[in-house]
């Protein structure tokens, strides 16, 4: 049967990367595990359990919550992002651009004079080559961010849990995946619980 | 709260030795409880030991219900006036820039006047988010996101005028650098061409910025209508009915499964993870620090339009920050005009915008009018001190003395609007009163639009010769333009405030007393700060949008 489902599949026959490995923990109704979430009462206790699970080793694990919380970067052991970096490199290619573009425009390819004034002059190129490091940069700093975020993404596992919809408005949750190393169904449900969590669900990936 | 403060006078308030002085407003913080002046006590930014989700229901609860009768009856009025305005450019577009009141001596009247005073008031939204992120200015929260709002809006009716005054609008791709069969390019050096690219420039990172910090939010929006699908709470679509009974709409979907596929699409799947506000944080600071200059730049070059020409009245160095200062004026004193109104009708948003958010920017719009004050005095000045006749000429001769200046009322209304108006807020008392602030804010609106009328026209109306002196006239369709981008404004405003979230949710909850993570700003004792600040390591490098 003809479909982008099969198709897919036909594809990754021949090009073994595309196929998900095979699950490592299957649940009763014989899904994929995508992980366990468990809900934390306060921002002070998700940043205690936080240090717990970061110490515990663990590295596809993530605390949502519905702000910011202060400091969580420590707290989860997140290495400092490279969007900074990347928003340097816009800003200097905007830059050049914008000076390539005025010197060939109007000093290279078609020179006019205007008030006598000569054509490759810096000065009143300053503005426009101003505006495109900025317009570059911003650009940069939110494609970059949601690139590195890995968005737009509008189905995730996690939505499937109503318990998980919440987060938007006050909720706080830690949730492990799977995927992760360390994890194992029965010790980092243990875990959780140990580190304060309540209301402690089973994810399932049903792609 | 330590008796041990580093003010003696305000140790010792605080030991119960000393009186509070006469009009000191103490704990209990005025009318709402926002307005404390004393230095220990953080004044509340949201009042009423709001929740979580009690602000997100707040906020929320607008765009979620139908459209109200009086909000319809409004947005009925506005479009009626935006399309007026829109026939207004059709005209001009079909018949040319006869249609207005210019003729060969004043060829920038209205229209340029229009241009500076929209994209002037479209600072305030970029001046808050940006400048006022960065010096770490929490009450932004609250007014953040309508004023950004608001910025785009100006932006929009801002570049209507430049787009159709110069004629041939189809025309107007020339502006930018493509190439063309002619293989002529445009002049980098002319200040219009800079004019184009800051305004382009400053219009889309407006809307990135804007619609970056709305992200969170839509993805509230959009988990709060799939609940209420999952619950089976879904609301049909109605028509709206000015009389009798909405009719119920068939076949189409309800409003809650509208909702979660819009704000869905537009939340992109946000998804509220630490590692991803980690990187969000990033942005937004760098787009913060970026916008600065930018919001800057933007009304500086637009008045080198003016300034590196060789007009008296126009030609001079003062113009840049003269011109910043008034866009940041100008920019508040609309924030002030829209959110009173908004603050008084909508039920909730009195916890979120407080009284003290209102005095603070009364303050701003004080300071902001001492220097605008201070730039048409020292233009003054500069005129006579200068000893360039033309000149004096134009500040005596055609704005100031009423003697000679055909001008000389539009010369005056400036003045009294936006020097003498803001100077009732030296009263505490009357800037902490939302009816006077809205009236000074009404009065600046109009003296901002004023003060580029004068700049503009009486520079224009009599040049060197008085055989080229020419008065201006507006004609209807100057006059019904002008109007049509009132309601063009109103209308997008409105919108927003109907569908989008009003405030920064995330940000707001943020800066709530119960998100601090080391104790919740009460009884902070310093053990757990130390200890919480040692295990944050690198909590130096969380670049805080809100704390």
């Known amino acids: ?207 | 709260m330590s008796s041990i403060h580093p003010d003696q006078i305000t140790a010792e308030r605080l030991a119960g030795l000393r009186d509070a002085p006469g009009d000191y407003v103490g704990p209990a913080g005025g009318a709402d409880g926002s307005l404390i002046e004393d230095p220990a006590v953080r004044a509340p930014l949201v009042l009423n030991d709001r929740s979580f989700a009690e602000v997100t229901e707040t906020v929320c609860s607008y765009a979620e219900c139908g459209p109200p009768k009086a909000w319809l009856g409004l947005i009925t009025i506005t479009s009626l006036i935006a399309a007026v305005g829109t026939g207004m450019i059709l005209y001009l577009i079909i018949t040319g820039v006869g249609v207005w009141g210019l003729n060969n001596q004043v060829d920038w009247a209205w229209d340029i006047t229009n241009f500076v005073f929209w994209i002037g008031i479209g600072h305030a939204g970029t001046l808050i988010s940006a400048i006022l992120c960065l010096l770490k200015q929490k009450w932004r929260t609250a007014v953040n996101r309508s004023a950004e709002a608001m910025t785009i809006f100006a932006v929009v009716c801002a570049g209507i005028f430049p787009g159709i005054h110069v004629g041939r609008v189809w025309f107007a791709w020339m502006l930018f650098p493509i190439p063309n069969s002619n293989g002529i390019w445009p002049n980098f050096r002319s200040p219009l061409l800079w004019d184009v690219f800051a305004v382009s420039t400053y219009a889309t990172v407006s809307l990135l910025f804007w619609y970056m910090g709305m992200i969170p939010d839509l993805a509230t929006l959009r988990d709060r209508a799939h609940l209420r699908m999952l619950q089976g709470r879904e609301r049909r679509l109605t028509l709206p009915m000015p009389v009798g009974k909405d009719i119920v709409l068939p076949f189409v979907p309800s409003a809650e499964r509208v909702a979660a596929y819009i704000y869905g699409f537009l939340a992109l799947g946000w998804r509220f993870s630490s590692r991803h506000w980690h990187r969000y944080e990033a942005a937004y600071l760098i787009l913060a620090g970026i916008s600065t200059p930018l919001v800057l730049s933007v009304h500086s070059i637009v008045s080198f339009d003016f300034a590196t020409s060789i007009l008296p009245g126009w030609h001079t160095t003062i113009f840049p920050p003269y011109f910043v200062a008034g866009a940041v004026f100008g920019g508040f004193a609309m924030v002030l005009f829209l959110l009173i109104p908004c603050r008084q009708v909508m039920p909730g948003f009195k916890d979120l915008l407080t009284l003290r958010h209102l005095e603070n920017m009364a303050k701003i719009l004080l300071l902001t009018g001492m220097m605008v004050g201070f730039a048409y005095s020292m233009e003054f000045f500069i005129a006579w001190y200068g000893g360039n006749e033309f000149e004096w000429s134009v500040f005596i001769n055609n704005r100031a003395n009423p003697a000679e200046a055909p001008y000389w009322w539009a010369y005056w209304t400036m003045i009294g609007c936006n020097v003498l108006s803001p100077q009732i807020f030296w009263f505490r008392k009357l800037r902490q009163n939302p009816l006077a602030i809205w009236i000074v804010a009404g009065f600046v609106t109009v003296g901002m639009w004023f003060e580029r009328f004068v700049i503009i026209v009486t520079s224009l109306h009599r040049a060197f010769l008085p055989g080229e002196w020419h008065m201006f006239f507006p004609t209807w369709v100057d006059i019904l333009t002008f109007v049509g981008s009132c309601g063009i404004f109103a209308t997008l405003f409105l919108l927003f405030l109907k569908y989008l979230p009003v405030f920064a949710m995330a940000e707001l909850k943020a800066v709530m007393p119960q998100a601090d993570p080391h104790g919740g700003g009460h009884g902070h004792d310093p053990v757990a700060s130390v200890a919480g600040g040692a295990s944050a390591g690198g909590a130096s490098a969380s670049k805080g949008v809100g704390p």
């Open chain 1, 1 to 207: 049967m003809i479909s982008p489902a099969n198709i897919l599949a036909d594809i990754a026959d021949y090009m073994p990367f595309m196929k998900r490995p095979a699950p490592r923990f299957i649940s009763e109704s014989g899904n994929r595990i995508y992980g366990i979430v468990a809900e934390y009462a306060d921002p002070h206790a998700v940043t205690v359990a936080a240090e717990q699970f970061r110490d515990a080793g663990y590295t596809r694990w993530d605390v949502y919550s519905p702000f910011p919380i202060h400091g969580m970067e420590g707290h989860m052991g997140i290495k400092r992002t490279i969007l900074p970096v990347a928003a340097f490199g816009a800003a200097v290619t905007g830059v050049l651009a914008a000076l390539a573009l005025q010197y060939f425009t109007n000093d290279i390819d078609y020179q006019f004079v205007v008030q006598g004034k000569p054509t490759n002059a810096w000065e009143p190129f300053i503005p426009v080559t101003f505006e495109l490091g900025v317009l570059l940069t911003a650009f940069t700093c939110i494609g970059g961010m949601l690139m590195l975020n890995g968005l737009p993404r509008w189905n995730h596992p996690l939505f499937s849990s109503e318990r998980f919809l919440k987060v938007s408005d006050d909720r706080l949750i830690i949730a492990v995946e799977a995927a992760d190393a360390n994890f194992d169904p029965d010790a980092t449900r243990r875990l959780l619980e140990e580190s304060g969590g309540t209301n402690i669900e089973l994810i399932e990936d049903d792609d």
